[in-house]
């Protein structure tokens, strides 16, 4: 059975709530690398780490927060917004927000492994390791979704 055409406000609601449901699951991410994040610099083995490692701690926490803030800014637009006629600009602008959300996390994610590789295989294996999640994350997130959006079914 065909199930009869959702108005506007009903699409824009189900838009509304399908891209909340999605920026759960990446804050979920985000919060988890965030906090590894926070604690590296507490450790007897970061004191001793070198400039590298802690250059690339810093860049790498920034990006996390960076994309933690334009992951969770939907819900808090959302709540301050709520029943005053924005949502499609809400569901507009989240929608940008998230994919910048999720670029900063990619890098995020892929600086995390740099420095984890660096400290445990060394500089070239560490970058060869970040490298090739960089390039996971970049064809899984981003350009295979995109592919298939442009290519004919």
Not at 51 to 59: A, D, E, P, Q, R
Not at 91 to 98: D, E, G, L, P
Not at 101 to 121: D, H, K, P, R, S
Request: proline content about 3%.
């Amino acid at each position: 059975m065909i199930a009869p055409e959702e108005t506007e406000p009903e699409r824009l609601a189900r838009n509304l709530a399908e891209l909340l449901q999605e920026l759960r699951v990446a804050q979920n991410g985000v919060q988890v690398l965030f906090g590894f994040l926070l604690t590296l610099a507490f450790t007897d083995r970061y004191a001793n780490a070198g400039h590298l490692v802690h250059v690339t701690h810093v860049v790498t926490t920034s990006l996390a927060a960076g994309s933690a803030a334009f992951l969770i800014a939907p819900a808090a637009w959302h709540r301050i917004l709520f029943r005053h006629g924005h949502r499609e600009q809400i569901i507009r602008t989240a929608s940008v927000s998230a994919l910048v959300g999720l670029i900063l996390l990619a890098a995020a994610m892929t600086g995390t492994i740099l420095m984890v590789g660096y400290v445990v295989f060394g500089a070239l294996l560490g970058a060869l390791l970040a490298a090739g999640f960089g390039l996971l994350f970049l064809m899984l997130w981003f350009i295979l979704p995109l592919w298939m959006r442009i290519s004919p079914r």
